[in-house]
DNA sequence: ACCTGAACACCGTTCAAGT
DNA sequence: ACCTGAACACCGTTCAAGT
């Protein structure tokens, strides 16, 4: 007659969803998995999400805001510097962040950015807000006007790659890491100093102003 | 008493799943669905591949040779130049080319660098040998030395980038296109005259020599 | 108020049987 | 030689019933 407790919680079905993801795969995410790893029975997690969709948004939902705040933090630890050169070490700051998180929960960051079905709208939502400091920094190191060109191709950057190297696309020797840093030191280095080349811009297709 | 011909071949297998894929995404992918697109029944399916994973890799293989076509025709349609601005072009002309492909089938794109399971090394040798070309390009614009770095920093950003595309992960204005050949051709500059600017390669983490 | 067993539709896969 | 119906294990999901 008394009300039972709840004998687990949202935020434990997501934990234990998202150590089965990095564990052992997207398709291991069962909800029979999950609620075993919670103690309950599969319908019972019907009360929590609302389906198995819904679970895999809010779980990559809850990453997104975590790599926000690892983002943040990863940008504050930069001390302003006068000049382009503060701008410049935020941004790899913050890519190196990036991919820290990707090495770190790698399945986890391959959805970030994934067509999970009809409930990709709150990803993207999510993943929205955890671009936002990078949106900020490449403000300071592009300009206002570039800004979100500028945050997107560094974001890219960052998420193709990590993405590829989650995947084992990077076995024909070489050093990743001295790819990755190529890569955002070229980024940095071109997106401050203002106008790329005009000869390789004029080759790119027109109508895109 | 008559060896029965066959009623359906591999190729129109792949053909199927992949239009089911472009069209409904993958969890429409069903081997029900496979099969009466091409008029059997789904047990018979298992006479031409061996599951459905390995019928995705099968498909996404194909698309990747069909890539890899593409983007060796894209690299060929630039004529040769004296000096960097011919490899300059090609590299340009092989992301748009990527971007194209990307655009005109965006899940099957989505797939080429992710983790589908057990049998994803076959879709990685697929990819690397689309890549090929964009090696080949690279070492054209940065030299020997740095090819393979270059080739996976231009392919990290044009996957990454057309990837977020295809999330819709590009909804807070702007023009995309813009963002894209931003992004090119920073790289395809930066790659080209050489060394990145050294004091934000010092803020590089240490020990990537 | 929260959890569960039972049940349903669906999916991937196997295999003996059909032609 | 190729295809199929029947069958199995598994999965997501619903819901009336339990405490």
Excluded: K, Q
Excluded at 125 to 144: D, H, K, T
């Amino acid at each position: 007659m008394s009300p039972t407790p709840a004998r687990t919680s949202r935020d434990a079905i997501l934990a234990a969803a998202r150590t089965i993801l990095e564990r052992d795969g997207l398709d291991a995410v069962t909800m029979a998995a999950v609620a075993e790893r919670v103690g309950i029975r599969p319908p019972s997690l019907y009360r929590h999400v609302r389906d198995r969709a819904g679970l895999l948004v809010a779980l990559v939902g809850g990453a997104a805001d975590e790599l926000r705040i690892e983002l943040v933090a990863a940008a504050a630890s930069i001390e302003d510097l006068p000049g382009p050169e503060g701008p410049a070490r935020r941004v790899v700051a913050i890519t190196d962040a990036y991919r820290a998180f990707a090495r770190r929960s790698p399945r986890t960051a391959a959805l970030l950015f994934s067509d999970l079905g009809p409930a990709t709208a709150a990803i993207v939502e999510a993943s929205a807000r955890a671009a936002a400091p990078v949106v900020e920094a490449a403000a300071a190191l592009a300009g206002p006007e570039r800004a979100l060109s500028a945050a997107r191709v560094l974001t890219a950057f960052a998420h193709g790659f990590t993405s590829m190297e989650v995947a084992g696309a990077f076995r024909l020797g070489g050093d990743p890491d001295e790819a990755y840093h190529l890569g955002v030191a070229t980024l940095v280095a071109g997106l401050r100093t203002g106008r790329p080349d005009p000869a390789v811009r004029a080759s790119a297709r027109p109508g895109t102003r």
